[in-house]
């Protein structure tokens, strides 16, 4: 079983940046992808981007491509999301989550194939 924590969301102007973290206990995360999605007010939660088991690889989706990093510690159990030059569309409630090792290389976009997920953190961006 693994718990995850997301944390670091908060209200930020236009063009700012934040850094979520993913914080997980119960089970090392070094063997699982790791996804960050988000949920929007009256909208479908959708991917946000993905990191391999590894940290070597990555994908995002193309509404944040050059905009979001994520990379992960394995060391620490934690992942992290860094936004750059926010929007107001990207004021939702981020979500972290994990699954088997070998996701990454087929359907990572597919929220139902992640075995875990966190209870979110908000970031509104205000212009």
């Known amino acids: 079983q693994v718990q995850l924590v997301e944390s670091g969301g908060r209200l930020v102007q236009v063009g700012g940046s934040l850094r979520l973290s993913c914080a997980a206990s119960g089970r090392t995360l070094s063997s699982h992808t790791m996804g960050w999605f988000r949920q929007a007010p009256g909208k479908e939660r959708e991917f946000v981007g993905v990191?391999?088991?590894?940290?070597?690889?990555?994908n995002y989706a193309d509404s944040v491509k050059g905009r979001f990093t994520i990379t992960r510690n394995n060391a620490v159990n934690t992942v992290y999301l860094q936004m750059n030059s926010l929007k107001p569309e990207d004021t939702a409630v981020y979500y972290c989550?994990?699954?088997?090792?070998?996701?990454?290389?087929?359907?990572?976009?597919?929220?139902?194939?992640?075995?875990?997920w966190g209870q979110g953190t908000q970031v509104t961006v205000s212009s």
């Open positions: 989550a994990a699954g088997g090792r070998t996701l990454y290389y087929t359907d990572y976009a597919t929220k139902a194939r992640y075995d875990y």
């Open positions: 990191i391999s088991w590894s940290g070597t690889t990555t």
